[in-house]
């Protein structure tokens, strides 16, 4: 078609040329995604509207029945006997009680009366902002493969997780951070179960991985620049090397694996300016630091990395996951002993922080873009897990979680367990459910976020045909 002057194109052929024109810009976008892995992506608007997502993941797996919810007939049935309980549903079938009230005291909160035990006087203050998920069950009692169930939609290892695939679906708003950090408990007491593999890229590219953060000292590896290598010549290097490895490289069906290898060094590089102020809390005002109790000694530690998640999510930061505990059992939510002084514990580590970061997302109008996730890999069983001082075994079969901003609704109670909270009964959500809902959440369909592997195209939610909870979103 030759050109013509302007105003005097047929309406088949102005058509024909705009058509041409769109072509040509998604193709320009598909061609600077493939250059740069972290360019931001437009969602796919599918349910909320969450920029970043904030998981508190409450490793070692949290009573339901002590936390989030209320189960008044445990303490009428307290001591029975559960008729017809399978003894190999926990971990220790060797150590079967009767049923067990919980040692924690429930009160009702907020315009929507909600019930929340007294581990969280500070968080149960915004339960009108808060959308409980009470019907949520997986299928393992085991914390490796839950951990992995929970993290990546399967139980075995080596399988993209949810940070991973938001950042693969979304991109990044920030060229001088990771898109996906993970912080671990501070205290000596070890990463969760499987470790880093719970925020692997699995099959995904590698610069979709979670980026950890060590919880003492410098948080990355490398952050400071060494004193003999000046800005320009670190600059000369970095450029020389791109272009000796794009020259040998150019053509090759490697070459998008090499250009993500190549944005990862720059990413390095530029982290190297603006991470060190971005980790810096300290350097927040002093009503800010007393609000999430940076400098409290029972809950600091983790005041520090949810005031650091906030900040994270300032600066574009696509996904954040904070886990509260460690390794084994009584160094994490993991109480088989004494559920009353594990839970105690680790929720006066946590209240105040997760309450605050809620309090200072919102009155910077940040909560709305922001969704916060807060769970664990499990529940824990109704009846007693015999001991000196009773504690609760492992129970795949119900468990809550509850999410905030990000477009869900606020006050809202979706799904029900059983009377004593053993299993879920009403409105049942799998984890594959859940992982469909936090990616719409973001804006992301889950069965078209897809990648190419093994000749499948694999997606976190696998093929079991699982449900967006849409009754979560406002």
Same mark, same amino acid.
């Given at each position: 078609?030759k050109?013509?002057?302007l105003?005097?194109?047929?309406?088949r052929?102005?058509?024909?040329?705009a058509g041409?024109?769109?072509?040509?810009?998604?193709?320009a976008s598909?061609?600077?995604a493939? /250059?740069?892995?972290f360019?931001?992506?437009?969602?796919?608007?599918v349910? +909320?509207k969450?920029?970043?997502?904030? @998981?508190?993941?409450?490793? +070692?797996g949290?009573s339901?029945?002590d936390t989030w919810?209320y189960?008044p007939?445990?303490? /009428?049935?307290?001591g029975q006997?559960?008729?017809g309980?399978?003894?190999k549903?926990?971990?220790?079938?060797?150590s079967?009680?009767g049923?067990?009230?919980s040692p !924690?005291e429930? /009160?009702?909160?907020g315009a929507?009366?909600? &019930?929340?035990?007294?581990l969280?006087?500070?968080?149960?203050?915004?339960?009108?902002?808060?959308c !409980?998920?009470?019907?949520c069950w997986?299928g393992?009692?085991?914390?490796?493969?839950?951990? !992995?169930?929970m993290?990546?939609g399967?139980t075995r290892?080596?399988y993209?997780c949810?940070g991973?695939w938001?950042?693969?679906?979304l991109?990044?708003?920030?060229?001088?951070?990771?898109?996906?950090v993970?912080?671990?408990?501070p205290?000596?007491?070890?990463?969760p179960?499987?470790?880093a593999?719970? @925020?692997?890229?699995?099959?995904?590219p590698?610069?979709y991985?979670?980026? @950890?953060?060590k919880?003492?000292?410098?948080?990355?590896?490398?952050?400071a620049? *060494?004193a003999?290598?000046?800005?320009?010549?670190?600059?000369?290097?970095?450029?020389?090397?791109?272009k000796?490895?794009?020259g040998a490289?150019?053509?090759?069906a490697?070459e998008?694996?090499?250009?993500?290898?190549?944005?990862s060094f720059?990413?390095?590089?530029?982290?190297?300016?603006?991470a060190?102020?971005?980790?810096?809390?300290k350097?927040?005002?002093e009503?800010?630091?007393?609000?999430y109790?940076?400098n409290e000694k #029972?809950?600091? #530690? !983790?005041?520090k990395?949810?005031?650091t998640?906030r900040?994270?999510?300032e600066r574009?930061?696509? $996904?954040?996951?904070i886990y509260?505990?460690?390794?084994?059992n009584?160094q994490?939510w993991?109480?088989?002993k004494?559920?009353?002084g594990n839970?105690?514990?680790f929720?006066?580590e946590?209240?105040?922080p997760?309450a605050?970061?809620i309090?200072?997302l919102?009155?910077?109008?940040?909560l709305d873009q922001t969704?916060?996730v &807060?769970g664990g890999e499990?529940?824990?069983?109704?009846?007693?897990?015999?001991?000196?001082?009773?504690?609760?075994d492992h129970? *795949?079969?119900?468990?809550?979680? @509850?999410?905030?901003g990000?477009?869900v609704?606020?006050g809202y #109670? #979706?799904g029900?367990t059983?009377e004593?909270?053993?299993k879920?009964a009403i409105d049942?959500v799998s984890?594959h459910?859940l992982?469909?809902?936090?990616?719409?959440?973001?804006?992301?369909?889950?069965?078209r976020l897809? $990648?190419?592997f093994?000749g499948?195209?694999?997606?976190?939610t696998?093929v079991?045909?699982p449900?967006?909870v849409?009754?979560?979103?406002a």
């Amino acid at each position: 078609m030759k050109d013509m002057p302007l105003g005097s194109y047929s309406r088949r052929e102005m058509l024909a040329r705009a058509g041409g024109g769109f072509g040509m810009l998604a193709f320009a976008s598909m061609l600077e995604a493939a /250059k740069n892995p972290f360019s931001p992506k437009v969602p796919m608007q599918v349910g +909320g509207k969450a920029k970043s997502i904030i @998981w508190i993941f409450t490793n +070692g797996g949290p009573s339901q029945v002590d936390t989030w919810d209320y189960k008044p007939e445990l303490a /009428k049935r307290d001591g029975q006997t559960l008729e017809g309980f399978d003894p190999k549903t926990g971990f220790f079938p060797g150590s079967v009680g009767g049923l067990m009230k919980s040692p !924690f005291e429930f /009160k009702q909160h907020g315009a929507s009366g909600t &019930w929340v035990s007294d581990l969280f006087p500070k968080t149960a203050t915004h339960v009108d902002k808060m959308c !409980f998920i009470h019907s949520c069950w997986t299928g393992s009692n085991n914390h490796s493969p839950a951990l !992995f169930m929970m993290n990546t939609g399967t139980t075995r290892m080596g399988y993209p997780c949810v940070g991973s695939w938001v950042n693969y679906g979304l991109g990044s708003e920030s060229d001088s951070l990771p898109s996906f950090v993970v912080m671990s408990d501070p205290l000596n007491r070890g990463l969760p179960k499987g470790s880093a593999a719970n @925020w692997g890229a699995g099959f995904l590219p590698s610069v979709y991985q979670g980026t @950890w953060l060590k919880p003492t000292g410098s948080p990355i590896d490398n952050l400071a620049v *060494p004193a003999s290598l000046t800005p320009q010549r670190q600059r000369a290097q970095l450029d020389l090397m791109a272009k000796l490895n794009r020259g040998a490289l150019g053509g090759s069906a490697i070459e998008s694996e090499l250009n993500a290898r190549i944005e990862s060094f720059e990413l390095a590089y530029r982290m190297q300016t603006s991470a060190p102020e971005a980790f810096d809390v300290k350097g927040e005002p002093e009503h800010i630091q007393k609000l999430y109790g940076v400098n409290e000694k #029972h809950c600091g #530690h !983790f005041a520090k990395q949810c005031l650091t998640a906030r900040r994270m999510v300032e600066r574009g930061v696509r $996904f954040i996951q904070i886990y509260s505990g460690g390794m084994e059992n009584q160094q994490s939510w993991d109480g088989h002993k004494d559920i009353l002084g594990n839970h105690r514990g680790f929720a006066n580590e946590s209240d105040q922080p997760v309450a605050a970061l809620i309090s200072d997302l919102e009155q910077r109008g940040l909560l709305d873009q922001t969704l916060i996730v &807060w769970g664990g890999e499990f529940g824990r069983l109704p009846i007693a897990q015999k001991g000196a001082q009773p504690g609760r075994d492992h129970n *795949p079969h119900a468990f809550t979680v @509850w999410m905030c901003g990000g477009g869900v609704k606020g006050g809202y #109670h #979706h799904g029900e367990t059983d009377e004593i909270g053993f299993k879920a009964a009403i409105d049942k959500v799998s984890v594959h459910d859940l992982h469909a809902t936090i990616l719409a959440a973001a804006g992301l369909d889950h069965e078209r976020l897809t $990648f190419k592997f093994q000749g499948l195209d694999q997606r976190l939610t696998g093929v079991e045909n699982p449900k967006v909870v849409k009754q979560v979103f406002a």
